[in-house]
């Protein structure tokens, strides 16, 4: 079932994250994106996360908050309630232009609710 508003949950433990990591997963050029069914909570929940290697504290911070512009796009339209998702900064999220990342997300969005279909 898709998400009507427009607020999305917030993942902010460890625990969260990784439970979300023993889910689905799918990998494109500016990020990956996990996904996971969670019976608990009936809203979409979402969590950033980005490494050490991304770069520093300043680049790691534009990453997470491009990633955030992009699910407060995507996820009402394309996300699923009852389930929680982490987008992972890879290199190429910050300079890549904006479009294409964006592309990347849906292109990923995309395939992980056709596969949870499946």
């Given at each position: 079932m898709k998400q009507t508003s427009n607020s999305l949950g917030q993942l902010k433990q460890?625990?969260?994250?990784?439970?979300?990591?023993?889910g689905r997963y799918r990998a494109e050029a500016g990020l990956v994106i996990q996904m996971r069914?969670?019976?608990?909570?009936?809203?979409?929940?979402?969590?950033?996360?980005?490494t050490k290697k991304i770069g520093n504290a300043v680049i790691r911070?534009?990453?997470k908050?491009?990633?955030?512009?992009?699910a407060?796009?995507?996820?009402?339209?394309?996300?699923?309630n009852g389930h929680d998702y982490v987008f992972i900064a890879r290199n190429g999220t910050v300079?890549?232009?904006?479009a294409l990342l964006l592309d990347d997300a849906r292109k990923a969005l995309l395939r992980l609710s056709q596969d949870s279909k499946t």
């Open positions: 460890r625990s969260e994250f990784l439970f979300v990591r023993a069914a969670n019976p608990i909570h009936s809203d979409i929940r979402v969590g950033f996360t980005a911070n534009r990453a908050r491009r990633m955030r512009q992009i407060r796009t995507l996820l009402p339209k394309l996300g699923y300079q890549r232009p904006y």
